[in-house]
């Protein structure tokens, strides 16, 4: 892909569309505990479940997609030197098309004090790479997610959503805000239903 023209889909769905989509997807592009980056994926398309107080860090340059699924609790992520390492040797970092997507973080478990901040270090590493990115942080809930290169779409699924939930909003947006605590969509990247 040459200089990517057209913006990413990022939509929020039901857990029954989740698995689905997932289920389409082949087993070994799943990024399965104990979330290290021994379990990282680069694959057309990837997906990962059960994203609590890890964070999930993905990059894709349209055609494949390095999705990483990092659990701040695993002693084996504490240094993040090591993980930084393994993303920048696993990407191109000259492909004018990579794109970022981060997702995770809770800030109130006490029994997971670095959640936070492994989220932040993900994002602060993104932006130092220069990779237009978008965030999704905090929320009460479990996150599942997926990403297709055929269709450029990340997909975001937890329990609280179904198609009622959506007939609330008037906007993607709105509904993302109630989901998570923060959310910044980098211009490469569109929020829908």
Known sequence: MDNLSFKSNIRLVSPTEFG???GAINKKKFVDYPWTIKQSVLAAKA???GVYDCTICGITDGQQVLLNHICPTNPQNSNFQRIAD???NKINLDNPDLQAFILGSKSYLSASPNSTALFDKLANLIQELKIPCSL???GPFRN???YSSRKDEWIISNTEINENYKKNFRTPKEMF???FDQIEVSELDELSF
């Open 86 to 88: 393994f993303i920048k």
């Open 20 to 22: 689905r989509v997932a």
């Open 136 to 138: 999704f942080k905090g």
């Open 47 to 49: 997906y990962t479940t």
């Open 177 to 179: 805000d109630t989901i």
């Open 144 to 146: 599942d997610v997926a």
